[in-house]
């Protein structure tokens, strides 16, 4: 695991590089670091891989949107950001480990074209994927529909195109467990706005 000095540097980079929202913002970071950190000790990850891939998976969010006709998904620009600052700083990596951390942060995204090749990699990947389920999933999901003038056509949208997708994209057996009670709380809200919209 990175020493505390190390983790600091890379979490103030993180938070300032950070939405400032709920919907994909620290808290999201902070919530996806977490069951990182979770699944990778019971399933003996490199544990600083995951640490900082966790922490700027998100980083190229706040990017995005001041690249004119932007054609990159926010992990290609999120891995991008994450390898110039890893150079430049001093956290004695070596090539490979840097290598991986890349890796994960580019393979993490639903939309991405990338998929993960390493256990930290899908570690990430599903530990964002899990934030997007249950009670916090379905907060970020009304709050990211709102946030994008959508209404309730929108929500039902997203959660039947992506949200409720999400469980079978699930890499480790684990993250389908955890998947199961969290799936419940998105299908048991899905039914109930059917039906109460008609």
Excluded: W
């Excluded at 000095?5 to 993180?14: P, T």
């Excluded at 899990?130 to 949208?157: E, P, W």
Aim: charged share 25%.
């Amino acid at each position: 695991m990175l020493d505390n000095k190390n983790l600091s540097l890379i979490r103030d980079f993180a938070f300032l590089n950070s939405e400032k929202d709920d919907i994909h913002g620290f808290s999201h970071v902070k919530r996806v670091y977490d069951l990182c950190l979770k699944l990778g000790k019971k399933l003996n990850a490199n544990l600083s891989v995951l640490q900082i891939a966790a922490l700027l998976h998100d980083i190229g969010r706040t990017h995005e949107k001041n690249i004119t006709n932007n054609i990159k998904n926010h992990a290609e620009l999120s891995a991008e950001i994450a390898s110039e600052f890893l150079q430049s700083q001093a956290f004695s990596l070596s090539q490979e480990e840097h290598e991986r951390i890349i890796h994960c942060i580019r393979s993490h995204s639903f939309s991405n074209n990338s998929n993960p090749q390493t256990l930290e990699a899908k570690i990430l990947s599903d530990a964002d994927k899990l934030d997007a389920l249950g009670a916090i999933g379905l907060y970020r999901t009304i709050g990211f529909t709102i946030q994008n003038h959508g209404g309730i056509d929108q929500v039902i949208n997203h959660l039947e195109n992506k949200i409720m997708k999400l469980k079978d994209l699930l890499y480790l057996d684990i993250s389908k467990r955890i998947a199961e009670e969290r799936q419940q709380i998105i299908l048991n809200f899905y039914n109930q706005i059917k039906k109460q919209k008609i």
